[in-house]
């Protein structure tokens, strides 16, 4: 079995975060879960981690206005683990209201967090649909991700 942590990330959001039937939210019985699941406990604990670091960051969110005219400028560890298709995809999003610059960084923040070498369009897809769960006032911005991510809608044109 080759799951990585964006694997449960999926797992937990179609099992936990997407439904009201399933309100267990006990973290020990969800690892368990996981465990019976399949998943490797040093990637569930990643993902747990993940998740916490999420959270933690969310809360601590403050960046100056900008401009929109301002443009993100990318280090070269980010352009080497987020190819052109993923930054084109963070552009997109952005510029059609889905990510607002505060989000945006969160969402690279936590993509580069990924125990990946390269970060792909799919798997930053979920990323932003993480992020974006639990945001206050963003809940048009998450319908607008959760469609993209499920229906596989082609997200901008080259």
């Avoid at 079995?1 to 999926?10: C, G, H, P, Q, R």
């Avoid at 179609?14 to 879960?33: C, G, K, L, P, R």
């Avoid at 601590?60 to 190819?83: F, G, K, V, W």
């Avoid at 963003?138 to 901008?156: G, K, R």
Wanted: hydrophobic share 40%; with cysteine.
């Amino acid at each position: 079995m080759n799951e990585n942590v964006v694997d449960i990330l999926i797992y937990l959001y179609e099992n936990y975060m997407d439904s009201d039937q399933n309100s267990s939210s006990d973290q020990a019985v969800i690892h368990e879960e996981l465990i019976q699941a399949g998943f490797p406990e040093s990637e569930v604990e990643k993902a747990f981690q993940w998740m916490e670091e999420l959270a933690q960051r969310q809360g601590a969110q403050a960046l100056p206005a900008q401009t929109s005219s301002s443009i993100r400028i990318y280090t070269e560890n980010e352009m080497s683990r987020l190819d052109s298709d993923c930054r084109g995809l963070l552009l997109f999003l952005e510029h059609n209201g889905i990510l607002d610059p505060a989000n945006r960084e969160l969402v690279i923040d936590r993509a580069m967090a990924l125990d990946t070498y390269q970060v792909g369009v799919e798997e930053l897809k979920w990323v932003v649909l993480m992020v974006l769960i639990n945001q206050p006032g963003q809940e048009s911005a998450f319908a607008q991700m959760e469609d993209l991510v499920y229906n596989e809608v082609p997200a901008y044109l080259h």
